[in-house]
């Protein structure tokens, strides 16, 4: 089931949370990187960026933040203000600086001029698939633009689909109708059962089910694909309802999502009053949960701690939540599938937290 998948806006906090989680978890994991659209505000330069910005913009942090291990990068929410042209500049950027990077196509991605550029070169594709797909029509997709089968990786998304335990028969049956008709490299289910608006009001906690991971867990039961076809993926902390609206600004809601081997515990602070003096309080709730194993779970879990225990300056912004919600989920995905499959993933010391610097 490894490596893992997990699907991340290309936004600072989730490269943040991949550059700097640990390295034995690297090898296993692989981002996709999901690319906003050209009218979101990037936040290292304070405005848009234009078509001609995006290829190097991204290309130099996908350079400081995952430039030795393999991973996807997603543009189909960019792709017609970039157009051929800009999605070819902005992978040849990206493989200069990473050469093990796959774009990830659509079906109808496939028979466009810039697929044709990557098809020929490409040692791996990967396709983005929903599950709802006909089988047949993914085979003859492939059949047309002259690609072999074993050269792709399909991530079969769930979004939609009702996820949990019932559902494993159901998710099995989508997956091997993938693989009858098209017997692929690896078929990644990609998931989540997070909702996509904040579940809890100010001062208030919950628990979400991992929905996805329940139904990852029933299907396999139900499978009989060979080994190393099947693989996990998620969305990580976060919905798998991908979606960029245009800022409305107001007040950022503190909070947490801290995964739990069952569950997603979210803890909201106080919507008035210091960021730090709410996620403090947060922060306390989360190390106080019975989700929560200790400080050398992860970095995360570790700066968690301390921001519980007053031992931080500050408790960071929204980037920095997003970032610890997404390492500490990243964690707890590796160490599961590891005890699974037979690789040993240690515990950390913890030190004194140091501010790290920006890696953008």
């Known amino acids: 089931m490894l490596p893992y998948t997990i699907a991340v806006r290309a936004k600072p906090g989730e490269f943040a949370a991949c550059g700097r989680v640990e390295r034995q978890f690297q090898p296993y994991l692989r981002p996709r990187f999901i690319v906003p659209p050209l009218r979101e505000r990037d936040p290292a330069h304070g405005r848009a960026l234009s078509p001609d910005e995006i290829a190097h913009v991204l290309g130099r942090r996908i350079g400081k933040n995952w430039p030795l291990q393999a991973g996807f990068v997603d543009a189909q929410f960019v ?33 466009s001029g810039f697929a044709s550029s990557v098809v020929g070169s490409a040692d791996a594709l990967a396709l983005f698939v929903e599950y709802e797909t006909d089988p047949d029509d993914v085979a003859a997709v492939l059949r047309a633009a002259s690609i072999d089968p074993r ?43 997070y909702p ?23 299907c396999r039961e139900e499978l009989s694909l060979p080994p190393g076809v099947l693989a996990y993926g998620d ?6 309802k991908i979606e960029f609206p245009k800022s ?28 730090t003096t709410s996620m403090r309080k947060v922060a306390r709730q989360v190390v106080d949960s019975r989700e929560y194993v200790g400080r050398g779970y992860s970095y995360a879990d570790d700066r968690i701690w301390q921001f519980a225990h007053r031992m931080t300056e500050t408790c960071g912004d929204p980037t920095t939540w997003r970032e610890l919600n997404t390492a500490h989920h990243i964690a707890v995905v590796m160490r599961t599938l590891g005890a699974e499959q037979n690789v040993r993933f240690t515990t950390g010391t913890f030190r004194e937290f140091e501010e790290q610097g920006s890696l953008f």
Do not use: C, M
């Not at 970039?82 to 796959?102: E, H, Y």
């Not at 689909?161 to 690896?186: C, D, F, K, M």
């Not at 600004?249 to 008035?272: C, K, Q, S």
């Open 235 to 240: 969305y990580g902390a976060d919905t798998s």
């Open 151 to 193: 050269r792709v990786t399909v991530l079969l998304n769930f979004h939609g689909a009702p996820l949990g335990v019932e559902a494993g028969p159901s998710i099995a049956g989508a997956i091997e109708g993938i693989y009858a008709a098209a017997p692929v490299r690896q078929i990644v289910f990609q998931g989540s059962a």
């Open 248 to 275: 409305k600004g107001g007040r950022p809601r503190p909070h947490l999502r801290f995964t739990g081997a069952n569950d997603t515990l979210v803890v909201r602070g106080a919507d008035e009053g210091p960021f």
């Open 196 to 218: 996509s608006n904040l579940p809890v009001g100010p001062n208030e906690s919950t628990r979400i089910p991992r929905g996805e991971w329940h139904a990852f867990r029933s």
């Open 79 to 111: 792709a017609d203000e970039l157009g051929d042209a800009g999605k070819q500049r902005l992978f040849s950027v990206i493989r200069t600086v990473n050469p093990k990077i796959d774009p990830v196509f659509s079906l109808g991605d496939l028979d």
